[in-house]
């Protein structure tokens, strides 16, 4: 039976209930892509009535999201900072506390030729924002996952970027030159966080989310190796765990670094920490 743009929003809130708190709005959601309407659209004509194979579209996309696959998988796409980004489940989905890390990045005093180092870049959201925003600076920005590469590289191209250099490799792994900026948002949860077993989380790489030493073992492994490929005077910027930032700041310290900050994402928690690598 054939059921209009209300009847389908009953459906799928019905049927979303039990999983999602806010399961009016995911249906909206899932009714807009599936007819490819935007929300308003939705709400001006209820008494629309569904093609069959919009219908059987809609029902398919709501019993993905009803077991719990995160909309932007479904949808391909998530817009993160100005920029709308082609999306697989081989890359994390960006989030906004990571655009913390471009607004700082963007509030430094940089040289108009500056060279910047993305580390573990996934979809491509930090170095693609970067380049888009500063068509002089120079991206390199480097994954181990030879997928990941392939969207970043593809998220690259809708944006007609050239200014991007992308590398296979494990965090600084085939890195030979120096930068005015390394910055990398890599995995920090704990492999025992029960974080990981709510949510959108169990859909994303768990190479993405999740390292040794408790959520450490990668930060360490990028701070303490920072020295090697930056410039004198040059920045690191790395995204971490809330409750991280007392040894992310030890581990800066520990480097070399100064003028070590951590700033707070939207909701106020601990999000970012950056620090200068001094000319003596
Ligand atoms: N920020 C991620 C999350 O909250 C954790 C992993 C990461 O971004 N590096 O799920």
Same mark, same amino acid.
């Given at each position: 039976m054939l059921k209009t743009v209300s009847e389908a929003l009953i459906l799928a809130e019905s049927e979303l209930k039990d999983a999602f708190p806010e399961a009016k709005r995911e249906g909206l959601y899932i009714l807009g892509y599936a007819l490819g309407w935007p929300i308003t659209k939705l709400i001006a004509y209820p008494d629309y009535t569904l093609t069959e194979a919009e219908y059987s579209f809609f029902t398919s996309v709501l019993q993905r999201r009803k077991v719990g696959e995160p909309f932007a998988y479904i949808k391909k796409s998530k817009s993160f900072w100005d920029l709308e980004l082609e999306l697989d489940a081989s890359v994390l989905i960006p989030r $906004? &506390?990571?655009e913390l890390l471009i607004e700082t990045i963007l509030s430094i005093d940089l040289s108009e030729n500056a060279k910047l180092l993305d580390l573990g870049t996934g979809s491509g959201a930090i170095a693609i924002s970067l380049a888009a925003h500063q068509p002089d600076w120079t991206i390199s920005a480097t994954d181990m996952s030879e997928r990941a590469l392939g969207v970043a590289k593809k998220n690259a191209d809708n944006y007609q970027l050239q200014n991007i250099h992308f590398q296979l490799g494990?965090?600084?792994?085939?890195i030979v030159d120096k930068f005015d900026v390394i910055v990398s948002n890599p995995p920090y949860i704990s $492999? =025992?966080? &029960?974080? %990981?077993? %709510?949510? =959108?989380?169990?859909? &994303?790489p768990i190479t993405a989310l999740v390292s040794a030493k408790n959520g450490l073992a990668d930060l360490e492994h990028i701070i303490l190796n920072a020295p090697k490929h930056i410039k004198l005077d040059g920045y690191l910027l790395v995204e971490h765990g809330y409750d991280q930032s007392e040894r992310v700041k030890e581990l800066f310290s520990q480097a070399g670094f100064t003028d070590i900050q951590t700033l707070q994402d939207i909701q106020g928690l601990d999000r970012v920490t950056f620090g200068r690598y001094p000319s003596l």
């Open positions: $906004p &506390e990571t494990n965090w600084y792994e085939g $492999p =025992d966080s &029960e974080y %990981l077993k %709510l949510g =959108d989380v169990r859909f &994303e």
